[in-house]
C-alpha cells in the first residue's frame, strides 16, 4: 500500500487472500468494511471503469463481506428471530436478501442468507458487526447454536462476460446455476460454493472461497482463463450502484432507518404471522405510513464530484431529503444519486432542487429505482 493511502496499517485493518493481487493489478486506493481492505479505484477513472462492467468482465475482491455462520439446532429460530422477512420456505442452495433490524425496527444490516443446510446458515453481511449482535441475541434467548466467522473470503466476478470466463474454469455446470442460488463445484481438490449473485447489476458470480490460502492460486486461475474476456480487475462502480438503485449500508441507511422507508417492505412480515425481534415496532410503522421512503434523484447542473458530503435536497424554501450517494451518469448525461424524501415529495417526477458544494441549487426531479 502507497505511503499516500492515508490508512496507517495494523492488525485490526485485516487484508485478504487477494490483497497481494489486487497490489499487483495497480490498485489506485482503499476502504475499509468490516475491519478489512476493500479496494476502491483501478482504472484510469469511474467512467473507464464503469463502461468496463458493463460490456466485459471483472473480477473483484469483496472478501470484505465476512460471513456469519450460525449452525446447530435452534439456527432456523435465531435467524428468523433477526429478521422480518419470512425464511420458513427457503430452501437449501438458495440466496435470500434478509434485513435485520433491531427492537426498534432500525436496520441492524442487510446481509445475503445463504441456506447451506436445514440447520446452517451463512449471513454475508454489509459493513456493520453482526457476530456480536447474533451472538448476544443466542444467548439472551437461550438457543442452542453454534455462531462463528469462517474462513470463507467471497471473490466476485461480474460483467456480462462472466458466465463465459467461471464456465471456462469451473465447467458447462455453472451456466444451471439459477439468479440468487448457489451450487458446489470443485477446485483444487476442494468443494467450494459458488453463487449467481453479486454487488451490480450486470450480472455474475460470487466465488465463497473456503481456505484463504487458495486465495491467490484462485486469482490466478480466474486471472489467466479471463485474458481471452477481457478482464480487468475491479470493485463496487458507484455509477453502476446508483444506477441500479443498490443500497450501501451506512451511505443511505443505518442502524437510524427501519425496512420500511429503505424501500425494502417486500421483506418484510408485517402480518402478525412471522415472530422476529422489531416485528411490533415494524407493524407500527406499517400502520401508521412511513415518513420518507428511499428514491432516485435526476439533477443537472454539470458533473458533480463524488458526493463524499450529504447534499441537501430542497422543494423550494424546504429541505425533504439528502443525496447521500451521488455522480455523473455518462449513460443518462445527468447526475444520479439516492437520497431519502420525505412523504409528500416522493413521487416520480417531483421537482426538487438539489445544492452542491459550492451553494449552487441544481434543478432536478425525483425517480423511481433503478433509474432506466
Known amino acids: 500500500m502507497s505511503r499516500g493511502s492515508g490508512l496507517n496499517m495494523s492488525r485490526r485493518i485485516r487484508r485478504s487472500p487477494y490483497t497481494d493481487r489486487v497490489e499487483q493489478c495497480g490498485v489506485r486506493g482503499f476502504t475499509v468494511v468490516n475491519h478489512m481492505l476493500l479496494p476502491k479505484a483501478f482504472q484510469?477513472?469511474?467512467?473507464?471503469?464503469?463502461?468496463?462492467?458493463?460490456?466485459?468482465?471483472?473480477?473483484?475482491?469483496?472478501?470484505?463481506?465476512?460471513?456469519?455462520?450460525?449452525?446447530?439446532?435452534?439456527?432456523?429460530?435465531?435467524?428468523q428471530w433477526m429478521t422480518p422477512r419470512d425464511?420458513?420456505?427457503?430452501?437449501?442452495?438458495?440466496?435470500?436478501?434478509?434485513?435485520?433490524v433491531d427492537e426498534h425496527g432500525g436496520m441492524i444490516n442487510d446481509p445475503v442468507l445463504l441456506k447451506l443446510a436445514e440447520d446452517h446458515f451463512w449471513l454475508s453481511i454489509a459493513d456493520s458487526d453482526v457476530l456480536l449482535w447474533a451472538k448476544g441475541l443466542a444467548l439472551g434467548r437461550g438457543f442452542d447454536v453454534r455462531i462463528e466467522e469462517p474462513d470463507v473470503s467471497p471473490l466476485a466476478i461480474q460483467g456480462p462476460?462472466?458466465?463465459?470466463?467461471?464456465?471456462?474454469?469451473?465447467?458447462?455446470?455453472?451456466?444451471?446455476?439459477?439468479f440468487f442460488e448457489f451450487a458446489w463445484f470443485d477446485f483444487?481438490?476442494?468443494?467450494?460454493?459458488?453463487?449467481?449473485?453479486?454487488?451490480?447489476?450486470?450480472?455474475?458470480f460470487e466465488i465463497y472461497l473456503q481456505g484463504g490460502h487458495l486465495g491467490s492460486t484462485l486469482w490466478?486461475?480466474?486471472?489467466?482463463?479471463?485474458?481471452?474476456?477481457?478482464?480487468?480487475?475491479?470493485?463496487?462502480?458507484?455509477?453502476?450502484?446508483i444506477e441500479?438503485?443498490?443500497?450501501?449500508?451506512?451511505?443511505?441507511?443505518?442502524?437510524?432507518?427501519?425496512?420500511?422507508?429503505?424501500?425494502?417492505?417486500?421483506?418484510?412480515?408485517?402480518?402478525g404471522s412471522v415472530d422476529y425481534i422489531g416485528r411490533d415496532a415494524l407493524q407500527e410503522i406499517a400502520q401508521s405510513g412511513v415518513e420518507r421512503l428511499m428514491r432516485g434523484v435526476l439533477f443537472d447542473g454539470g458533473p458533480v464530484q463524488t458526493v463524499a458530503a450529504p447534499l441537501p435536497v430542497?422543494?423550494?424554501?424546504?429541505?425533504?431529503?439528502?443525496?447521500?450517494?451521488?455522480?455523473w451518469s455518462p449513460?443518462?448525461?445527468?447526475?444520479?444519486?439516492?437520497?431519502?424524501?420525505?412523504?409528500?415529495?416522493?413521487?416520480?417526477?417531483?421537482?426538487?432542487?438539489?445544492?452542491?458544494?459550492?451553494?449552487?441549487?441544481?434543478?432536478g426531479s425525483v425517480s423511481l429505482l433503478p433509474f432506466e
Not at 460454493?193 to 454487488?199: E, F, T, V
Request: charged residues 20%; contains cysteine.
Open 331 to 363: 449513460r443518462l448525461q445527468r447526475n444520479v444519486g439516492l437520497s431519502m424524501i420525505e412523504r409528500g415529495y416522493w413521487d416520480a417526477g417531483q421537482d426538487i432542487e438539489v445544492r452542491d458544494t459550492a451553494g449552487v441549487d441544481r434543478p
Open 220 to 241: 490466478d486461475e480466474l486471472w489467466q482463463a479471463g485474458g481471452r474476456f477481457n478482464i480487468t480487475p475491479g470493485c463496487p462502480n458507484l455509477i453502476e450502484r
Open 87 to 100: 425464511i420458513s420456505r427457503a430452501r437449501i442452495g438458495q440466496c435470500l436478501y434478509v434485513p435485520l
Open 44 to 79: 484510469p477513472s469511474v467512467e473507464d471503469d464503469y463502461w468496463h462492467l458493463r460490456e466485459h468482465v471483472q473480477i473483484w475482491d469483496v472478501a470484505t463481506q465476512r460471513q456469519v455462520s450460525v449452525s446447530g439446532p435452534d439456527a432456523a429460530q435465531l435467524v
Open 188 to 204: 483444487l481438490d476442494t468443494r467450494q460454493l459458488i453463487a449467481r449473485s453479486g454487488y451490480s447489476k450486470q450480472g455474475g
Open 244 to 271: 441500479a438503485g443498490l443500497l450501501s449500508y451506512g451511505n443511505e441507511f443505518t442502524l437510524q432507518n427501519n425496512p420500511l422507508e429503505c424501500g425494502l417492505a417486500h421483506y418484510c412480515s408485517v402480518d
Open 314 to 327: 430542497f422543494v423550494g424554501d424546504q429541505q425533504v431529503g439528502q443525496v447521500t450517494s451521488g455522480i
Open 161 to 178: 462476460r462472466a458466465e463465459d470466463l467461471m464456465a471456462r474454469v469451473f465447467g458447462p455446470a455453472i451456466r444451471d446455476v439459477g
